[in-house]
Every structure is written in structure tokens, then in C-alpha cells.
């Protein structure tokens, strides 16, 4: 078998395809920047930015090197405020004046999980407050304002979101005493 620069065919041909595929990745992360006007975020992106406005108890927008990035967070579901044609749920706005203490005005830092954006191009997130640390996610949790909503491949703490829901209808907290299971 003849080889190039001391390499044979058979080797090298994984490489040159591995070469070709990253090539074609690329081309599509520029079209899709360029498409969307938006910088493509990848799997376990870490982002810094300051929240803008809260939408509701598992919804923000936060200021990101000058663009409004529209953030759902990972693993937590709240009740609904703002669905159409559907009345406002128990404990939504609760669960959105709670957030808004949380990280309303504050400097916070965006981790991506596995897949990082929603069929509705949101950003899918783990939210940290910067000032202090506090994992957003798990405190809405934990304090009984939001439950757990696991959607894979985005797994990367569903236990520890599980045990916090756990302890927090134990404990009858938030809208686990007001909405029922």
C-alpha cells in the first residue's frame, strides 16, 4: 500500500474524514450565526450577563456582550402567567415575584447543559447569581415556587432537583400547601 508523507491510505482516511466533518460543522455554526443573528452557544457554554427582565418564574432575559439573550431555566417548571387562552395557574404569580427577588438588576452566570437552546430558541440554562453564588434553579425549588421538569438529554441535576422537590412538599412549602399534587 503506497502512503503519503509515511502514512498509509488506510490510516489517514479516518483522519481526512474527521478533517471534512469538523469543516462542515463549522460552515454550519457561521451560517446559522449569520441566519439568526445570534452567536451560537454550545453544549456546557458558560455566559455571563446581566438580567434585564424577569418574564415569569422560569423565564428571563439577560443582557449578554450587548444582546438580550431570552433564558428558560434547566430542569424547573413554574406555573404559567403568560400562556394564551389559558387563566393564570396557582402560584404563577408568586413564583414570578419570587424570581424577580431572586435575580432582578443582577449580574448572573448561564451554564448550558447538553442541549442549549428550546424549540422556541431560548436559551436553556442553569442560573447562578454572581454576588453570592446562589443556584437559582434549586433555590425556586428547594422553596417550593417551581417543579421539576426533566426533558433529556438536559439531566445534569436531576437528582439533587428531585430530592430539593421532595423535601419541599414534605415540608408543605410554597405552592405544594395552595395547589395540590
Not at 142 to 161: M, S, W
Amino acid at each position: 500500500m503506497s502512503s503519503v508523507i509515511g502514512v498509509s491510505r488506510r490510516r489517514l482516511l479516518p483522519w481526512l474524514v474527521l478533517i471534512a466533518a469538523g469543516g462542515a460543522l463549522g460552515a454550519t455554526v457561521l451560517e446559522d450565526r449569520g441566519r439568526s443573528g445570534r452567536e451560537a452557544v454550545g453544549r456546557g457554554a458558560t455566559l455571563h450577563g446581566t438580567v434585564t427582565r424577569v418574564v415569569d418564574g422560569d423565564t428571563i432575559h439577560v443582557r449578554v456582550d450587548g444582546r438580550r439573550v431570552k433564558v428558560r431555566y434547566i430542569g424547573v417548571d413554574t406555573p404559567e402567567s403568560h400562556r394564551p387562552d389559558t387563566p393564570v395557574q396557582c402560584f404563577a404569580r408568586e413564583a414570578t415575584a419570587a424570581n424577580a427577588r431572586l435575580v432582578a438588576g443582577e449580574e448572573v452566570v448561564l451554564r448550558t447543559d447538553a442541549e442549549p437552546r428550546d424549540r422556541y430558541d431560548r436559551l436553556l440554562a442553569y442560573v447562578t447569581r454572581r454576588r453570592d453564588g446562589l443556584f437559582v434553579n434549586a433555590a425556586l425549588v428547594r422553596d417550593g415556587f417551581a417543579r421539576i421538569l426533566t426533558i433529556p438529554p438536559n439531566v445534569r441535576y436531576e437528582r439533587a432537583f428531585g430530592d430539593l422537590e421532595r423535601g419541599a412538599r414534605a415540608r408543605g412549602a410554597g405552592l405544594w400547601s395552595r395547589c395540590g399534587p
